[in-house]
């Protein structure tokens, strides 16, 4: 047998093995070593049973170094038996998915399949399944205990078993397999995946809605679309522009003298036999060995081999082709194969598609495109769509980015255009199913534009997964399969979305899931923009105009100009940048667009989470989401913005030197990085035990707001005495920032809130405080809480920061030694930061501040008179209420319950609600908002709705609604009047009443 974690350590493997050793000590997944199969002699704890059978180390297949165990028998009923310790010391993992692997070879298919059996030590049977035989090539045999049955069909239970057993298929006299890659792991993979051959191995799989392990599930669908009888001109027509469209976009190009070299390394590395039976081992990726081979690298190679043959007339890499794509299906690659595990495949397949097509006359010639056209339309999922969209399935946006584009160019395979036409209406049915807003926190479309993966609003995996879209609508717009109106309509608003969050193109720390800096809107992704506007008949004015404007700065191809010209011949110019605030409580964010600034406020809660921390991305970003306030808003030089106009980098976010703890806006516990760090090995969406944080607004975003209950759970390196609650309000070039019982009893590290933190280009960059230059490196200025003076700072991307006097204040410019995210290299930057201290184990510490951006002449004048344009009404743990002096809105964030207030407008409201108001002469417009999604419990993602909600507020005066509205209820009570407003989703409930007379 093959040891579980690799073979052949006289081989000069001693390195890998103290590799391996550190990954087994730090993950706790091991696989008990067992004989090789690559040493001279057989394995002592491997038998025939009986006489009816043969054991022989075999070189003719192997899924391992060079040769395998080729088991031949020459009765029915024949067994092998195998004793190796390893079955019973695995076995007492169980309960983790402790089990079996192994590799299986055939060269016949039977219709009965071998059986295997795991015994106790008096032989009674304890553990079986089947695994079926229909096949020719290599296959996978993984399953976990717990997946297995008992003798008599039932559910499996901890077992000292001691043996295995392997019987030969029922009615079949005499054959022989070949095994190898043999493990008894302690932990399977628990994206272990089912096919033809096991096809219950993860019958135990608490994710359903997990999409990569369901292709062999979705083979057995029928076809809920029949195939046309005839096709009218028109449909033919239609069908032969799909056609057209997407395999010329898929057109091979010549080689590079670089590709060509790595055509040349490709070809070694794999060292694939002349009759393709032996090669290097092809295994996905997390499983593979050295010497082995990944699904991404075969992708490259046939890719590469595609074109030298297409494009360049190279006939060896025309035979090579053919040679590859028979390794490929001998190796696992198949149809109905699931090659033990294939999660995200997809992200490795991509350019496979467009090799194979442009090789179908090759293939064809070598009598083997049927094969191949099965086994690859198989992995693309393109059965999935013979059913309609299952809504309540997950991460669709993976489906999207990488297995889109394979589905429609499989779609149009079959020799018989009848049933291409039929496969593009599956195909555009499943795609305008999945462009409908998706429920929970499941992957897909928000109702607020919003759209998750990992059960989170996360760009960096749905703005690729709009790209393909956009591709797909580039192949098949002006035809009935592109979107329908209602799809079209959900696509445009989560392209929007983004764009509203992103300037020029960057969407910054809050939205950065566990890709911490620079993420952002790329060229490929602005053109699904384009397409998108070209969905319906006219141009769509919004989407063409906002293509036009993310395109600044990006270099043009003839693709573009075409589209430009379309555009502008239909008078359509390029949009101006988003203004107002925008509302995204599926993030816990809102985002205020003023000028050329982007304003992102960015909490999270017990259903939205915060940061995705990663075994090796984003070790440090724990704080992304507490209470951020980051401003991307500053171009970048001409000379040096190589295409991007305003970015995050020229807002002054460095990577290098950061330090974690200070993300602008945020309220932390200042830590060493060593105890910042996540202290998880694996993944973690963080969340929190509140459930009070996201945005409002009001007058279709003229003014907007942001509230947030911020805590931390009882957790190694966190601190469950953590509390603070925070506020900030936009009114026009002003955002108000408010803190208040801010308390832990963390006494070693002290608790700050950043203003900012920003990356200096050069020791002599100043900030300015106080009108005086602070150009002096390394420079230091601390106020304490009893001066009296407020500190007027200018940053240096020329916000000024008004902090009133009585608060501890930090300002400074040093040099930072910091770590990098991903592999914890040692960082070094220089940066200007400004902090307020709270102090350690801060005792209901509270904060205000005011960030002006484009501030004028009289704005000034007056901010150094003290006079702030603004009003703080209440400041305390139960609300922070701000009224703008200038437009007499108001913000109320309401932690607790009011009753008996003061306020001019407000005389009570239930607790965790937004609530802002402006009068104007006898109305008043309001907006209510609980931001909560209220989805009750669950672990990683769930499908149930947001449940509505309903929030009672009182107001003093008489009023009536202007307009009726079916989420508010009104009652008038003497001389105040109560609302009941309804909220569902976080999205804020807008109205005006009038007032009556008494």
């Known amino acids: 047998m093959k040891q579980g974690v690799g073979t052949k350590i006289s081989k000069g493997y001693t390195y890998f093995y103290r590799l391996l050793l550190a990954w087994v000590l730090l993950s706790g997944a091991w696989m008990l070593p067992a004989q090789s199969f690559e040493d001279p002699a057989l394995p002592t704890t491997v038998t025939v049973v009986g006489n009816t059978g043969d054991l022989q180390l075999s070189r003719e297949y192997f899924k391992d170094g060079n040769q395998s165990l080729l088991w031949s028998w020459s009765a029915e009923k024949s067994s092998l038996r195998f004793s190796d310790p390893g079955i019973r010391e695995v076995v007492e993992s169980f309960n983790r998915r402790g089990g079996l692997k192994l590799w299986i070879h055939n060269e016949e298919p039977l219709s009965s399949p071998l059986v295997f059996t795991f015994k106790d030590k008096e032989g009674n049977a304890c553990y079986t399944f089947n695994f079926n035989m229909n096949f020719t090539g290599w296959r996978a045999a993984w399953i976990a205990y717990s997946d297995m049955w008992t003798p008599q069909g039932g559910k499996t239970t901890q077992q000292d078993v001691v043996t295995m057993e392997i019987e030969s298929p029922e009615g079949v006299s005499s054959g022989k397999v070949w095994l190898d890659r043999l493990e008894f792991s302690n932990q399977l993979e628990h994206r272990t995946t089912p096919d033809a051959q096991i096809p219950d191995n993860n019958r135990h799989l608490t994710r359903a809605l997990w999409h990569w392990g369901l292709l062999y599930q979705w083979e057995q669908q029928p076809h809920g679309i029949p195939v046309p009888a005839r096709l009218s001109p028109i449909e033919l027509g239609q069908l032969n522009l799909v056609y057209e469209n997407t395999k010329g976009s898929l057109k091979k190009r010549g080689l590079s003298d670089k590709e060509k070299e790595e055509l040349q390394r490709l070809t070694t590395l794999f060292a694939i036999s002349d009759d393709a039976k032996r090669g290097a081992p092809l295994m996905q990726k997390d499983n593979l060995l050295p010497g082995d081979v990944s699904y991404g690298q075969l992708n490259k190679l046939l890719d590469l081999l595609s074109r030298s043959w297409y494009a360049d007339g190279n006939e060896s890499a025309k035979k090579e082709f053919v040679k590859t794509v028979r390794y490929m299906l001998n190796q696992g690659f198949a149809f109905e194969s699931g090659m033990g595990t294939n999660h995200h495949y997809g992200y490795e397949i991509r350019d496979l598609y467009g090799a194979i097509w442009w090789m179908e006359d090759v293939l064809r010639e070598a009598d083997i495109w049927e094969e191949t056209r099965k086994a690859v339309t198989y992995w693309s999922g393109l059965q999935e769509t013979r059913a309609p969209y299952n809504r309540v399935r997950d991460e669709i946006t993976d489906s999207w980015n990488t297995l889109l584009i394979p589905r429609l160019t499989c779609a149009l395979w079959p020799d018989n255009e009848n049933e291409r036409f039929r496969n593009l209406k599956s195909l555009a049915r499943w795609v305008n199913g999945s462009l409908q807003y998706s429920p929970g926190t499941i992957g897909g479309i928000k109702v607020d534009g919003t759209a998750f993966h990992h059960g989170g609003h996360y760009p960096a995996y749905s703005v690729p997964g709009f790209a393909s879209l956009g591709v797909y609508l580039s192949h098949v717009n002006n035809t009935q399969f592109t979107l329908t109106q209602e799809a079209f309509e959900v696509f445009k608003h989560a392209l929007l979305t983004i764009a509203r969050q992103s300037n020029t193109r960057d969407w910054g720390i809050g939205n950065s899931g566990r890709h911490p800096f620079n993420g952002a809107i790329n060229k490929s992704e602005v053109l699904a923009f384009a397409y998108a506007a070209m969905v319906p008949l006219q141009p769509d004015r919004e989407l063409a105009g906002e293509y036009l404007r993310l395109m600044e700065g990006l270099r043009k191809y003839t693709i573009d100009e075409r589209l430009e010209r379309s555009f502008r011949e239909a008078g359509i110019t390029a949009n101006k940048p988003p203004t107002g605030f925008y509302v995204y409580n599926h993030a816990s964010q809102g985002v205020y667009r003023y000028n050329d600034k982007k304003v992102s406020m960015k909490g999270f809660t017990q259903n939205v989470w915060g940061s995705e921390l990663y075994t090796r991305d984003n070790r440090f970003g724990r704080y992304q989401s507490y209470g951020s306030i980051q401003i991307i808003g500053t171009r970048t030089p001409e000379p040096q913005h190589k295409g991007r106009p305003v970015t995050e980098e020229a807002s002054r976010y460095s990577e290098a030197g950061w330090d974690w703890n200070r993300n602008p806006g945020t309220t932390t516990i200042h830590l060493p990085l060593e105890l910042l760090e996540s202290p998880l090995r694996g993944s973690d969406m963080l969340r929190q035990p509140e459930s009070f944080a996201g945005a409002s607004r009001l007058n279709d975003g003229e003014f907007g707001m942001f509230a947030m209950k911020l805590g931390e759970r009882d957790r190694e390196r966190f601190t469950p005495s953590f509390h603070a609650r ?273």
């Open 726 to 998: 925070k506020s900030a309000f936009a009114f026009g070039n002003k955002i108000i920032a408010l803190g208040s019982a801010i308390g832990n009893d963390n006494g070693e590290y002290p608790t700050e809130t950043t203003l900012f933190q920003q990356a200096l280009w050069d020791e002599g960059e100043t900030i300015v405080i106080n009108q005086e230059k602070a150009s002096a490196f390394p420079y230091r200025k601390e106020v304490n809480k009893g001066e009296s003076e407020a500190q007027l700072i200018v940053s240096l991307t020329g916000e000024h920061y008004y902090i009133p006097a009585g608060q501890s204040l930090v300002i400074e410019k040093k040099a930072q030694q910091s770590r990098e995210n991903k592999r914890m290299q040692p960082t070094e930057g220089k940066f200007a930061t400004a902090y307020i201290d709270h102090g350690t184990a801060p005792n209901n510490e509270s904060y205000e501040y005011m960030i002006v951006m484009d501030a004028t002449r009289s704005q000034l004048r007056a901010l150094q008179r003290g006079q702030t344009g603004y009003s703080v009404l209440k400041h305390d743990s139960a609300a922070h209420i701000v009224k703008d002096d200038d437009s007499n809105a108001r913000g109320y964030a309401i932690f607790d319950e009011l009753e008996g207030e003061d306020d001019e407008y407000l005389a009570a409201c239930d607790k965790e609600v937004m609530v802002m108001i402006q009068p104007k002469g006898n109305r008043v417009h309001l907006s209510v908002c609980d931001p909560d999604l209220y989805l009750g419990e669950y672990k990683y993602t769930t499908a149930q709705e947001c449940q509505p909600v309903t929030k009672r507020l009182t107001l003093k005066g008489r009023y009536k609604p202007v307009t009726e509205i079916a989420a508010l209820d009104l009652q008038v009570s003497g001389n105040n009047t109560i609302l009941s407003v309804t909220c569902q989703h976080g999205i804020p409930v807008e109205f005006t009443l009038e007032k009556q007379a008494n």
